[in-house]
């Protein structure tokens, strides 16, 4: 075996990161992925999954996945407020290398729509990016910065209650946002990154309290580690009505890696999700907020409808929906504080 697929497989050995049947799927399309010849080299790469339509491209290890049942011309999208999307569809044409990289898709969302909104369409929700929500006793070697105390949020969280702020996912957003609607006043997003077990513990009792929802951004190849999210977690947010997404396998800089590592990382993540949950992730973070024009390409060729950056700011429009910046909370901002920092974003 090709001395990079071993690499690329061995998390999948000897821990929960992966299952068996992952394992074997990864071999056979790394290996394949390693023999294949490059582009323009005689071959023809298999055509994209169309957008808008119920044609799949067929894959070399799990064969040609059955069509799309649209119910109606194009398809349809959930309203906000549903339950995340069943799986990405894809939007441009994926790379030569991305192709080679197939993966079980176990469910499908209704395509995106045909007409993307017109270019001055722009809403700014802002998007809250958290890492970690746990008192002091408990951050062990987390960069303090990261981490906010319990209480902090619990007075954060009844602040945008009282304010009349209410929350959606990244994945309504990301709806909102290819339907070219404007979701309520004072809506924003909430985010942790990471998937640290304080996300469950801490964190969701006080969502849930104040009937909020957020995003969580998993890493799959840490559940079950020490602090870190378990599987049983994982489907616990999931069935509360809480958004679990794709922050790559092992969280590495997917910048200083091949595009064949990289594509392993988000889409490996991805099907694991899917796996647990029964819906495949539809938006994505790039882990340190680290990216290419390579690996955005890559984002886009596994589908993702959206992929946030640690870029602050806040805006979501067509073009930069694989670039959207957020706003990152810290310990040292309290209720009103966090209630000024959202004021001029209170219509989308």
């Given at each position: ?92 044409s994926p790379s030569p290398t ?29 998007i809250l990016m958290y890492h ?217």
């Amino acid at each position: 075996m090709d001395p990079a697929c071993s690499n690329l497989l061995r998390p999948c050995r000897g821990s929960r990161a992966a299952s068996l049947a992952v394992a074997a799927l990864l071999l056979a399309a790394c290996s394949s992925a390693m023999a294949a010849p490059p582009p323009n080299a005689g071959s023809t790469a298999s055509p994209a999954r169309a957008s808008g339509s119920a044609t799949f491209a067929p894959s070399p290890v799990i064969g040609t996945p059955a069509p799309l049942a649209t119910g109606g011309a194009g398809g349809s999208i959930p309203p906000t407020g549903t339950s995340v999307p069943s799986a990405p569809p894809a939007t441009g044409s994926p790379s030569p290398t991305a192709s080679r990289i197939p993966v079980p898709v176990p469910v499908r969302p209704p395509p995106l729509p045909a007409t993307p909104p017109p270019p001055s369409f722009a809403l700014r929700v802002p998007i809250l990016m958290y890492h970690r929500v746990a008192p002091a006793s408990q951050i062990g070697r987390s960069l303090p910065s990261l981490v906010v105390d319990p209480g902090v949020f619990a007075d954060q969280v009844a602040a945008l209650d009282r304010a009349g702020w209410h929350t959606i996912t990244a994945a309504d957003l990301a709806v909102d946002l290819a339907l070219g609607r404007r979701p309520p006043a004072r809506t924003v997003v909430i985010t942790f990154d990471d998937g640290y077990e304080d996300g469950y513990t801490f964190a969701l009792p006080i969502l849930r309290r104040h009937r909020f929802v957020a995003t969580y951004f998993v890493v799959t190849g840490r559940f079950g580690e020490p602090g870190k999210l378990t599987r049983a977690e994982v489907r616990t947010l999931a069935s509360a009505g809480m958004e679990v997404s794709d922050h790559t396998v092992r969280h590495l800089d997917l910048v200083a890696l091949s595009p064949v590592a990289r594509a392993f990382e988000i889409r490996v993540a991805a099907a694991t999700i899917a796996g647990l949950i029964g819906s495949m992730p539809v938006t994505f973070a790039y882990p340190f907020g680290d990216l290419d024009q390579t690996t955005v390409d890559l984002v886009r060729a596994a589908g993702f409808w959206m992929a946030v950056t640690n870029h602050a700011g806040v805006l979501e429009t067509w073009a930069n929906r694989l670039l959207v910046p957020r706003l990152e909370v810290g310990p040292g901002l309290d209720g009103p504080g966090l209630i000024a920092l959202l004021a001029p974003y209170r219509v989308p």
